[in-house]
């Protein structure tokens, strides 16, 4: 209690030393002084603890008047000598503004980058800046920031072109560069530097201070008070749960309260959660240490005291204020700078910038976010001042980033992610690594950091605690940090810059070595591994590293002594390697084919291997790049290539591949999924450019140094094959031999491996460097083959072609000549097409295709073949030429090893007994066969003589084996098996190699011979030949056209057999069909005369119908009677705004809420849908018990939901799964009595006026005794034909009459959100209510979708709308009698005056077609009792008129003045109806006085009304139709002229609808007078209530921009509306009424039926009846939401110019909105189907169930 009074005391204190304070005179004592420093710290000391942290709840606003009044102000003073408005005015005028931009990014807010400009994806511009540049124009990506960056607009390093945006395009005038200085008087610059150095002091002081209860000498307070505050600081280890359940236990706060103290915590850092003494403070935090450190390290907690917190609180107002300041100019700036990087006494990193950067993870959250801002508006800001600054950054380097990898906090909290402003800067860079020797230091600390080696000095990864997990993510930062430095190439080199690179290199491969050979694997034989190994580590390291690799191979490129140099540090790393390895391997001798070679015996699949070789692959690089660059021609005398022992270097990376082949061909199963995974990234296009694609390279520059018959004969001998190939007489002896069926299969797979391989080494040349080819045929090959596999969308292809540092693939260059674009429909997504002429480049081994895209890719371009007539075979395609350092590798297809295997495989085709070879064995030796023939084809072309040609693979296939085995030639088996059956496959594939040697053999000769003899003879063979060929085809077809004639012949007798059998079904069937046919003919309108009337004494009636359906459950049939089997349809109904006029209106309290009228605002209605499967209601509710039974077992065994909340009496139908929640049963028609009584409108007033009174009576006497007051007037007798206490009987079977209640009161539960209650009055008006509400937003949708009245709905609709209708009209017989008569007199009491109504609502509250249905559907219960024979069709027609003219006086009253437009000459009739619009407008102004003004046009009167009362008698005809069954003429089917006429015939109006009115103007007069006299119109027209006026235009969801950025930014600015200007983490749009929202945060949840529940939800009950349709704008995409539990996600209406959503926004495309999707969405919306929509989306996607929807 003490510390409140004392809180109260303070303030008057104050004020009167406050009062008395002179911001002026303080300054100009301080001028005086000389030790400045000491008088502000002791004005500090006096000031600071009084104003701010006085209590417990802090309270920002005054605090900051106070700071700035008291504080702030004399520093300004002193600044500039004068007084600060004006001072600061002057020095903002004189500032040259800076080119830099350096707006400094906030969470959220978009960013762009230029794809074709920027100098890295780093370079960025803010939203202002990128619509005033030139990249608008080009290619960018647009990103979200995390906050933290800032725009790059106007630093020319950034941008190769257009640095400058319109606004900071720079003057001519101010080219010379001078020094900011120069402006100011050398006393004001003294001034500044004292001030700047004496705050910048205090504040480093007081946010590296670590004391908790002393301060730095000179600003201890005067008079100490014992007032302490128990902070708690932010961290990553624990959750938000933990924090606030530790809370709640701590300071006895509420749940509220400590989400709002742990949502602080998180956002600054820190937050005093209790305030007091020191002992009451210890308490607290002894609780939160207790709690928190059970599992993890406790919370930090401190007991700070009260002035200490408050000069922290001030040292940041302090940095604020400093970087308010020196935004008015430059040279205050530079002054602060220089101020910061001061050297102080100590020497060293004494500056009070470098005490921050090394305190830097001591500080809170809040402080480093000041501190780091104030950086980037100052050093970063001065080019001069940000080298200074990255100089000291680099010297730090390694102990910034030791204390980074020991804090938890984020990288972006982090000093450290500054290293991205100054490391991009390609001069910066350089100069870091010449002067700094930035390049080995990132990396030593890298390695510093990774210390777990095994024997041989290898990086071990196993066994990782979770400490050295975290520890290993938070390193891989420096690789960023590298990447940084590397990612722009220098174009001249110094020879310092040369040095360092190198040394830096050196360090970068020691790095390597460390990785080369780790994660070594050893077969598994017997039995399965126990343990996964680790295996991730290694490849994120892999990963991370890719790019440095890459970029160091395009920093050598760029410099020839560098390539020199680097070739010969990587030569020497790997020979180091390898001297480890050797150990303990024996020499043996291979020898086949007449060659031997001497190699080392070794087994892949018994020793260790690793897929991890980095330094053998930098060294493959490298060498390519000795060849591209035309150094290794050049300057051969310089490399070591002499040195290279081939077999060295092919060694590690051929094993690499063997291992991949055992590990295809199963032989390693047992090693688990760690192995399947290692080899899955090896391939994968994120790794492969480093690991597979360099060790094939490895393995051409290896074979293309040797001999390639000894090359051959190590891969045989690595791949385990030798034995098989190499004994003579192996063509035979390996078929009889009797191995285990298992290996046969393994050394299969292994064989088409092994050919495989083969062909990659001699095929893949589209490699610069390799192959003579540009930069882009490499990606335009890979685009084509990956389109071969089908034709796809611009993000799968991106995602297939690997990406270089800057996220580039070089796609969009070659894209348009490989394929062509097919842009979307309403869904699906654009797709890129292989253009034809392309596919003859088609390769089916293509090196980057995995089996399951070959097998597609095969079978995709036979298709295609056959569909364009063509043979199917895919033959290779002709490769370019190899560059001259790996020419020699043609020679592997013509040497004697592979012949000898080519041929032993054929020769095994020939003989098919023992299953020893494969089809895809075959075909790719018939492959390799056709590259080889291909390549002697194109060197004879490009020979000019003859001697050119070394490559003569014809002469060798032709040549049969040696003497003792006499093998036949490789040409003869293939002539062979041309015409083995078995190999039909492989026909075309021959025949086209048979064509191709004789094509050649003809080249060869003409070349020799100049004789053209020969070559029309071969010729003539090949023409034979495809004469056989067609023939043949011919026969096969003849053949298949023979067997589908008989097959046809079979089926045709079988069916005529049944026939005959079931004779009497067919004809039975047959009948009914004739008969249904005949009796729609007489119903059918064209036959009747009269025209259609559907109300009224001349209403058509249609014929007796039986109707008949199906149950889907039981599949019987059942006719449709009131006393037969009820049956049901499937249903939904939900609470609707869709067509609200007002979203204001509060949600009524459901109790007492009477819903009889319904406004015409449709604020909330009850909508009913139906999906149109009909059921028996027995097999329906047997089938409902089974769900709730299941739901109930489902409940024991798992904590999941489902798509449906069976508690709410939710199911799916069982037909189509659609969501339901009640069931409608289906009635027959009601036959109309055609009565004579029809009385005219005023004898029928008369008639239901004596009713009433009777129905008064009769119920009074209902009522108990005590409530009736005596009535005076005598009671009225009743109409003798008028029965009140008649009880009519129900003409419906028990299970019709059970079903007619469910309806009603899953109908009035959902409507009113009550608890079901079968006895409540309310139901049958809710039942009326839905048929109203249903009928009027299904004549809306029409008009929406300009579909025509009749004809053009679904029948699940058409059906649901009769159902409906007839439902209404019977549910008086299952509700109270005497209630339904109540209703019905209160409806007409609205038009009718009755005195013993009271408070009937005014006409203007009224809405008509709610009032119409209600009228006429409530009028059975009246009419039951009524004997007289009176007419329901003439009373229907007199309430319909009745309520027509109230409508089209309603109208009247609403309707606007006029609007000045041309007045249309109007023929005879229209004359009529202007003239009587104008009668009853100005009979309307006489009694409704001055609140309406003066027309005179009756043109636009009539227009009015026309317009108006459409839709009501558009909805009345949809009514009366499914009411009563009429068919509705042929006109109103179609959209055409002259709709007015037809709906007022087929209505029994007269289409001038003001004779209505004029017609009987003397008994309505009275009636019209009575309405108009209502207070409550008066109060309505003068802008009291809601005025709608007609006709109410359809609702739309709200207008969204075209180009997404605009919603980015404009969600950037929201910030939460709770916790006080916080920018919210997931702004939410909702897109039906355009609110945003801060979604999926606990700072905005709100309390919803005694649920916590986020903005969204609470959202949509306010918004959308419980119905919510949001976009999520930080994450593209739209989200559906239906009540607490269900909500999807859905496509966004935004697509990019490649017809893709981009959700989450990974990719960064421009997105433009589409409007065919948008409104796709809308249609759903209006359909009410969102809900349907859900259901479906979470029954296909089980994952949708298990959100928690209610916290977005």
């Given amino acids: 209690m003490a510390a409140a009074e004392s809180d109260r005391e303070v303030p008057s204190a104050l004020c009167t030393e406050f009062l008395n304070f002179s911001v002026k005179d303080t300054a100009s004592k301080w001028l005086q002084v000389t030790d400045l420093y000491k008088e502000v710290y002791h004005h500090l000391a006096r000031y600071v603890p009084k104003i701010y942290c006085l209590g417990p709840n802090l309270n920002p606003q005054s605090e900051d008047l106070l700071a700035q009044m008291l504080l702030q102000s004399p520093l300004e003073w002193y600044l500039c000598g004068e007084d600060p408005s004006t001072g600061l005015a002057k020095l903002e005028q004189n500032n040259q503004p800076s080119q830099l931009c350096g707006h400094v990014f906030k969470v959220g807010e978009p960013t762009y980058s230029c794809r074709e400009c920027a100098a890295d994806p780093t370079c960025v511009l803010c939203m202002q800046c990128f619509l005033g540049s030139v990249h608008k124009e080009h290619r960018y990506r647009m990103t979200t920031s995390g906050g933290g960056g800032f725009c790059d607009c106007g630093d020319t390093e950034a941008w190769k072109k257009g640095p400058y945006c319109q606004k900071h395009e720079p003057n001519i005038s101010d080219s010379c560069q001078e020094d900011p200085l120069a402006h100011l008087s050398t006393d004001m610059i003294a001034r500044c530097y004292n001030v700047f150095s004496v705050v910048l002091k205090y504040a480093v002081d007081m946010l590296t201070w670590d004391k908790e209860d002393e301060l730095p000498l000179g600003l201890e307070p005067p008079d100490r008070s014992d007032t302490y505050y128990c902070m708690l600081f932010n961290d990553e280890v624990h959750t938000y749960e933990q924090v606030i359940y530790t809370l709640q236990k701590a300071v006895n706060c509420t749940q509220k309260e400590a989400v709002s103290f742990a949502t602080t915590v998180d956002r600054d850092g820190r937050k005093s959660v209790r305030f007091g003494d020191f002992a009451f403070c210890e308490l607290a935090k002894s609780v939160i240490v207790r709690n928190t450190s059970r599992q993890s390290k406790p919370l930090r907690v401190q007991v700070m005291h009260s002035s200490v917190v408050a000069h922290q609180c001030f040292a940041l107002k302090a940095l604020h204020w400093l970087g308010h300041v020196i935004g008015y100019s430059d040279a205050l700036r530079r002054i602060l700078c220089q101020v910061g990087l001061e050297r102080g006494p100590e020497g060293e990193n004494s500056s009070l910038v470098d005490t921050l950067m090394l305190c830097d993870s001591k500080m809170w959250k809040g402080a480093r976010n000041v501190y780091h801002q104030l950086f980037m508006s100052s050093l970063l800001m001065d080019l001069k001042y940000k080298k200074l600054f990255a100089i000291q950054f680099a010297k730090n380097y390694e102990r910034l980033q030791s204390d980074y990898v020991k804090d938890d906090h984020d990288r972006e909290f982090s000093v450290t992610d500054l290293s991205v402003q100054m490391f991009t800067v390609p001069s910066l860079a350089r100069m870091l690594i010449t002067e700094e020797n930035l390049m080995t230091t990132i990396i030593r600390t890298f390695v510093d950091h990774l210390r777990h080696r095994d024997l041989q000095g290898r990086f071990q990864f196993e066994r990782y605690t979770a400490q050295q997990a975290f520890k290993f993510r938070r390193v891989q930062s420096l690789i960023g940090d590298l990447k940084y430095v590397l990612i722009s190439r220098p174009t001249e080199w110094s020879d310092q810059l040369r040095e360092k690179f190198l040394e830096g290199l050196d360090t970068f491969l020691e790095l390597l070595k460390c990785m080369q050979g780790m994660d070594p694997v050893v077969r598994q034989v017997g039995q399965h591994i126990e343990m996964e190994p680790e295996w991730e580590a290694a490849f994120t390291l892999q990963m991370k590293l890719t790019h440095i690799i890459s970029m160091i191979q395009e920093w050598c490129a760029t410099d020839e002594r560098v390539l020199i140099e680097a070739y010969k540090k990587c030569l020497t790393a790997l020979t180091h390697c390898h001297s480890g390895f050797a150990d303990g391997e024996q020499p043996i001798t291979l020898s086949m084919c007449g060659h031997s070679v001497d190699t080392i015996r070794y087994c892949v699949s018994q020793e260790k291997v690793s897929i991890h070789l980095p330094v053998s692959r930098l060294l493959a690089g490298l060498h390519v790049l000795l060849s591209k660059m035309e150094v290794a021609y050049r300057f051969p005398e310089q490399l070591p290539l002499s040195e290279l022992s081939p077999p060295m270097l092919i060694e590690h990376p051929l094993r690499c591949l063997v291992l991949c082949a055992q590990v295809h061909a199963g032989m390693w199963r047992r090693n688990g999924f760690s192995l399947v995974n290692q080899i899955y990234y090896y391939h994968n296009v994120k790794c492969r450019v480093e690991m597979f694609d360099k060790d094939l390279i490895m393995l051409q520059a290896g074979a293309s140094m040797m001999d390639p018959n000894h090359f051959l004969m190590i891969v045989l001998s690595r791949f385990e094959l030798y034995h098989i190939f190499s004994s003579a007489d192996c063509r035979k002896r390996y078929n009889r031999e009797n191995a285990n069926k298992d290996v046969v299969q393994q050394n299969n797979t292994l064989t088409e491996e092994m050919l495989h391989l083969i062909m990659m080494v001699v095929g893949e040349r589209f490699e610069a460097g390799i192959g003579q080819v540009e930069g882009c045929d490499e990606i335009k090959r890979e685009i084509l083959h990956q389109l071969c596999i089908r034709p796809m969308a611009h993000s799968e292809l991106v995602k297939a072609l690997p990406e270089n540092e800057n996220k580039e693939t070089g796609m969009e260059r070659v894209i348009d000549c490989v394929a062509s674009f097919k842009k979307p429909g309403v869904t699906g997504r654009g797709l890129y097409e292989l253009r034809p002429e392309c596919a003859k480049q088609f390769n089916l081994y293509f090196h980057h295709y995995s089996r399951a895209d070959q097998s597609k890719a095969e079978e995709a371009q036979r298709k295609l073949k056959r569909q364009n007539g063509e043979d199917t075979a895919l033959p290779p395609p002709v490769l370019p030429p190899f560059c001259p350092l790996f020419a020699s590798l043609v020679n592997i297809l013509q040497c004697d090893v592979l012949l000898g295997m080519l041929g032993a495989v054929l020769q095994w085709a020939v003989e098919p007994s023992a299953g020893h070879w494969s089809e895809s064995m075959l075909q790719r030796v018939l492959h390799l066969i056709g590259m080889a023939l291909l390549e002697e084809q194109q060197q004879l072309e490009n020979s000019s003589e003859d001697n050119d040609v070394y490559f003569n693979f014809t002469l060798k296939m032709s040549r049969p084996g040696e003497a003792p085995s006499n093998t036949a030639s490789v040409l003869a088996l293939l002539e062979n098996l041309q015409n083995a059956p078995h190999l039909e496959v492989h026909e075309g594939m021959i025949r086209w190699l048979l064509k191709t040697v004789a094509g050649i053999k003809t080249m060869r000769e003409r070349s020799a011979s100049a004789s ?548 009987q103007q003397e008994l309505l007069e009275p009636l019209l007078h009575g309405w108009c006299t209502h207070p409550g119109i008066q109060q309505t027209l003068q802008g009291g209530g809601v005025l709608v006026s007609f006709p109410r235009e359809s609702n739309s969801l709200i207008d969204l921009p075209d180009d997404y950025s605009a919603l980015i930014n404009q969600a950037s600015s929201f910030t939460c509306p709770k916790s006080g200007g916080d920018k919210s983490r997931a702004p939410t749009l909702c897109l039906v009424c355009g609110s945003m929202l801060c979604s999926q945060s606990y700072c905005c949840q709100t309390e919803l039926e005694g649920e916590d529940v986020g903005a969204c939800t609470a959202h949509t009950f306010a918004c959308g009846a419980g119905v919510g349709i949001f976009l999520r704008v930080r994450e593209s995409q739209v989200l559906f939401l239906a009540g607490k539990t269900k909500g999807c996600f859905y496509a966004p209406p935004y697509l990019d110019d490649y017809g893709e959503t981009d959700q989450g926004l990974r990719r960064g495309n421009p997105l433009h909105l589409c409007h065919e999707r948008y409104r796709k969405i809308q249609k759903l919306w209006r359909q009410h189907n969102i809900t349907e929509e859900i259901g479906h989306a979470q029954e296909a996607n089980q994952t949708l169930v298990g959100i928690d929807w209610q916290h977005l």
């Fill in 1012 to 1559: 053209t003899v020969t070559a029309s003879e071969s010729r003539g063979q090949e023409e034979t030949a495809c004469d056989k060929d067609k023939a043949e085809r011919k026969r096969k077809a003849e053949m298949a056209r023979l067997r589908r004639e008989k097959v046809m012949a079979q089926m045709s007798e079988m069916q005529r057999h049944f026939i005959n059998e079931n004779k009497e079904l067919f004809q039975q069937s047959l009948e009914e069909l004739d008969a249904s046919t005949s009796t729609s003919l007489e119903h059918s309108p064209a036959s009747s005369d009269a025209a259609l009337a559907c109300v009224g004494p001349r209403r058509s009636r249609p014929g007796e119908k039986r109707q008949v359906v199906t149950c889907i459950l039981c599949q019987e049939e059942q006719e449709i009677r009131a006393d037969g089997k009820a049956m049901v349809l499937a249903a939904f109904v939900q609470r609707s705004t869709v067509m609200s006029k007002n979203r204001t209106r509060p949600p009524h309290d459901p109790k007492h809420y009477d819903p009889l009228f319904m406004h015409p605002d449709l604020s909330f209605g009850t909508h009913t849908g139906s999906c149109g499967h009909i059921m028996h209601s027995h097999c329906w509710q047997r089938y409902f018990e089974a769900v709730q039974a299941k739901e109930q077992r489902r409940q024991q065994r798992l904590r999941v939901h489902t798509s449906y909340d069976v508690g709410n009496g939710e199911f799916l139908c069982p037909l189509c799964e659609c969501l339901s929640n009640t069931v409608i049963p289906l009635l027959p028609r009601t036959m109309g009595s055609s009565s004579c009584e029809q009385p005219g409108l005023g004898q029928w007033l008369k008639i239901s006026g004596q009713q009433i009174k009777a129905m008064h009576s009769a119920h009074r006497k209902l009522q108990p005794v005590s409530t009736v007051e005596e009535t005076v007037e005598e009671e009225c007798p009743a109409p003798e034909v008028f029965t009140v206490d008649y009880i009519p009987t129900n003409p419906y079977s028990s299970t019709i009459k059970e079903m007619l209640a469910t309806f009603g009161t899953a109908t009035y539960k959902v409507g009113l959100k009550v608890h079901p209650n079968e006895q409540d009055p309310r139901i049958p008006i809710m039942c009326w209510s839905s048929c109203a509400y249903t009928i009027q937003s299904i004549e809306r949708l029409l008009v929406d979708e300009k579909k025509p009245l009749f004809g053009s709905l679904p029948c699940r609709q058409d059906d649901c709308l009769s159902s409906l209708a007839r439902f209404g009209s019977a549910c008086w017989t299952a509700a109270c009698q005497p209630t339904v008569q109540g209703h019905f007199i209160r409806l007409l009491a609205a038009l009718i005056p009755d005195p013993q109504v009271e408070a009937s609502p005014c006409i203007l509250d009224v809405d008509m077609l709610h009032l119409l249905v209600s009228v006429v559907l409530s009028y059975g219960s009246v009419h039951s009792q009524d004997s007289s024979g009176l007419s329901v069709d003439a009373v229907q027609l007199h309430l319909f008129h009745l309520i027509t003219v109230a409508h089209m006086v309603q109208i009247l009253l609403t309707s606007g003045p006029e609007e000045v437009t041309m007045e249309q000459e109007s023929g005879e009739a229209e004359r009529g109806e202007e003239e009587g619009a104008c009668r009853l407008y100005n009979t309307l102004r006489t009694h409704v006085g001055s609140s309406l003004p003066e027309v005179a046009s009756g043109w636009h009167l009539w227009r009015c009304v026309k317009t108006g009362i459409l839709p009501y008698l558009r909805g009345a005809a949809l009514f009366f139709h499914h009411l009563h069954g009429v068919p509705a003429p042929p006109e109103l089917h179609a959209l055409c002229p002259g709709q007015w006429e037809v709906l007022c015939g087929y209505l029994s109006l007269p289409s001038n609808l003001l004779q209505l009115f004029h017609g």
